[in-house]
Antibody, heavy 116, light 110 residues
């Protein structure tokens, strides 16, 4: 069965960095776009970034552009999100999801807290 | 402020029917397929409806989706207490070149 397992979340100070990972299994990894989606405490879903199958295309929400970088390793079936210059408003649970327009499988999420 | 507009909450009694609206624009709902997600408290979102009205395997036929112009609607019939959750619409936005979500609607089954 399809599995997406995020890791790498934690507590970080404002201005700090964190790298999230998402390990995928149970499907042909190279067939799918992948997306990061986040959810701040008590708030709704926010689309963060996507990457195409061979990493040719990426895009970011304006709120993270220039600070976050999405990447994937097709040999390792893994997705990453490098987050720099973190702000308090980046505090959220971060989900990796399969797809670009529609997300048919989601990980369980990894929490990120940005606080001094 | 979300790009897509949903009512914050809806409620109905068990066995009744409820609809949740999602309003957008020509650059998102007007030109792309809408998906709906169900998020039960404390869990990850789950795809409920894709391509405006398609139910993935595992989604009961009590759930339906439709789209007209720049609006979409999720319908749920035969409400059960287990349907209590937050529901989100999502779609690609051609102007932003990003995905966008509605603010979410909390369903209470009274």
């Amino acid at each position: 069965q399809v599995q997406l397992v995020e890791s790498g979340g934690g507590l970080v100070k404002p201005g700090g960095s964190l790298r999230l990972s998402c390990a995928a299994s149970g499907f042909t990894f190279t067939d799918y776009y992948l997306t990061w989606i986040r959810q701040a405490p008590g708030k709704g879903l926010e689309w963060v970034s996507y990457i195409s199958t061979r990493s040719a295309y990426t895009n970011y929400a304006d709120s993270v552009k220039g600070r976050f970088t999405i990447s994937r390793d097709n040999a390792e079936n893994s997705l990453s999100l490098q987050m720099n210059s973190l702000r308090a408003e980046d505090t959220a649970v971060y989900y990796c999801a399969r797809g670009r327009n529609s997300f048919d499988n989601w990980g369980q999420g990894t929490p990120v807290t940005v606080s001094s | 402020q979300s790009v897509l507009t949903q009512p914050p909450s809806v409620s109905a009694a068990p066995g009744q029917k409820v609809t949740i609206s999602c309003s957008g624009s020509s650059s998102n709902i007007g030109s792309n397929h809408v998906s709906w997600y169900q998020q039960i408290a404390g869990t990850a979102p789950k795809l409920l409806i894709s391509d405006n009205s398609q139910r993935p395997s595992g989604t009961p036929d009590r759930f339906s989706g439709s789209k007209s112009g720049t609006s979409a609607t999720l319908g749920i019939t035969g409400l059960q207490t287990g349907d209590e959750a937050d529901y989100y619409c999502g779609v690609w936005d051609d102007s932003l070149s990003t995905g966008v979500f509605g603010g979410g609607t909390r369903l209470t089954v009274l």
